[in-house]
């Protein structure tokens, strides 16, 4: 269960518009993985962050 605050977010353009991504072989055992619908980019998982700190980071990195 996801804590109150937190989101998942793209570790390449740091977006939060991210999405689960799932295919048919998942029913045996295969992994999701998550896209970003901003910049495309994929993994098995992305990093979790508190919006807050998300903020921050993002006014960081410009």
Request: include cysteine.
């Amino acid at each position: 269960m996801k804590k109150s605050g937190n989101t998942k977010f793209c570790p390449k353009c740091k977006s939060t518009d991210v999405e689960i991504k799932l295919d048919a072989t998942n029913a045996i055992g295969t992994p999701q993985y998550i896209q970003c619908n901003k910049c495309k980019f994929w993994s098995i998982d992305f990093p979790t962050i508190s919006k807050n700190k998300l903020t921050k980071l993002k006014k960081k990195n410009k």
